[in-house]
């Protein structure tokens, strides 16, 4: 049962009084910001060198735990996978019966950038329990007004085909999802990855109930944007200030004018200086404030945000999972401090 994000600032308290009396150690509360994670998210193993950083899904979620930035309890795992008939919602049936059965024909392969491993039980099951994943995210941040992801942001994947590493695309099934349920009736995607979200945005383009924020690098993938309900296209080499500025210059208009029930926010870390495919330049401060602004903003408007870690690419996994990190401190900081 899902309860939308209206609890009074009293019933908020009680519920951290609450979870504190029996998480507690000692003097020490343990927020209980959910957070998602499921086992599949890292399970294939891609051919050495592959510049999709696979792995980096289970160290973000083996750090956070090893660095006592969550508890275990905090953890939550998809209780399922999605069929194709549930994915039917938003992908063709051909598209899905092709993928599941391994039988994807040689050029959408090629598209997705997987490789022969795109033909594998392990990514099937893999892809769908990211789906899994970021709709469960989404559940949990209606409940509790934040929830936070270890993946998801599958944003190029498209009706019929996967592009960019994206097979199946989390975001549009989970907006899509909400409002067939009569859950919601208006979500928000918020994409900060360094590529425009462009699947996404051809997914979601004819549902009024869909609003598409994509603010991104104007000379990266894809080659071929699509129209997001608004495009902020930036130069290359932005710094912290100029991006910051970008982001806060858009994102309380949209709030104020499209009134979301709740924001699904692709946080991808591919903006960053030194990312390998990213053509901004914002650096680790950046990020957290990037993060910290985005999660006030919507939650001092009273909206609940549902956050995902996006892109990122760097041959240090360590490095690459502390930068997705910071969502995830942010998130802890914010709920704390907007009393969740």
């Not at 022969?116 to 469960?136: F, H, M």
């Not at 401060?285 to 939650?299: F, I, N, Q, S, Y």
């Amino acid at each position: 049962c899902l309860r939308p994000f209206a609890a009074t600032a009293a019933r908020r308290r009680q519920r951290c009084r609450t979870f504190s009396s029996s998480c507690s150690s000692g003097s020490n509360s343990i927020p209980p910001l959910p957070v998602v994670y499921h086992p599949l998210f890292s399970a294939p193993q891609l051919a050495p060198g592959h510049r999709f950083p696979m792995q980096v899904f289970r160290i973000i979620h083996d750090r956070l735990l090893s660095r006592g930035v969550i508890h275990p309890s905090q953890v939550h795992v998809p209780p399922s996978l999605p069929s194709d008939q549930e994915l039917s919602l938003v992908h063709c049936p051909d598209y899905l019966s092709a993928f599941s059965s391994c039988t994807l024909d040689e050029q959408r392969v090629r598209r997705i950038g997987f490789g022969a491993a795109t033909r594998t039980r392990a990514l099937v099951d893999r892809t769908k329990s990211e789906v899994a994943g970021t709709l469960l995210t989404a559940q949990l941040a209606l409940q509790h007004g934040l929830a936070v992801s270890t993946a998801g942001g599958t944003h190029h994947a498209f009706a019929d085909a996967g592009s960019g590493f994206c097979i199946l695309n989390d975001l549009a099934y989970t907006a899509h999802w909400l409002l067939a349920r009569g859950v919601l009736q208006r979500v928000l995607v918020l994409d900060l990855d360094v590529h425009q979200g462009d699947g996404t945005a051809a997914m979601c383009a004819a549902s009024p109930g869909i609003f598409t924020l994509s603010v991104h690098a104007a000379s990266n993938f894809p080659a071929r944007k699509q129209r997001s309900s608004l495009d902020v296209a930036l130069p290359d080499g932005l710094t912290d200030e100029a991006y910051l500025a970008a982001v806060a210059e858009v994102l309380p208009g949209v709030l104020s004018s499209f009134r979301p029930q709740l924001v699904l926010y692709d946080a991808g870390v591919d903006v960053h200086e030194d990312d390998q495919l990213g053509r901004l330049a914002v650096s680790d401060a950046g990020l957290m404030r990037r993060e910290l602004l985005v999660l006030d903003t919507c939650l001092g408007a009273g909206i609940p945000v549902a956050g995902y870690v996006g892109g990122g690419y760097a041959a240090d996994l360590a490095v690459l999972a502390e930068r997705h990190m910071a969502l995830h401190r942010a998130a802890l900081r914010m709920w704390a401090d907007h009393g969740l």
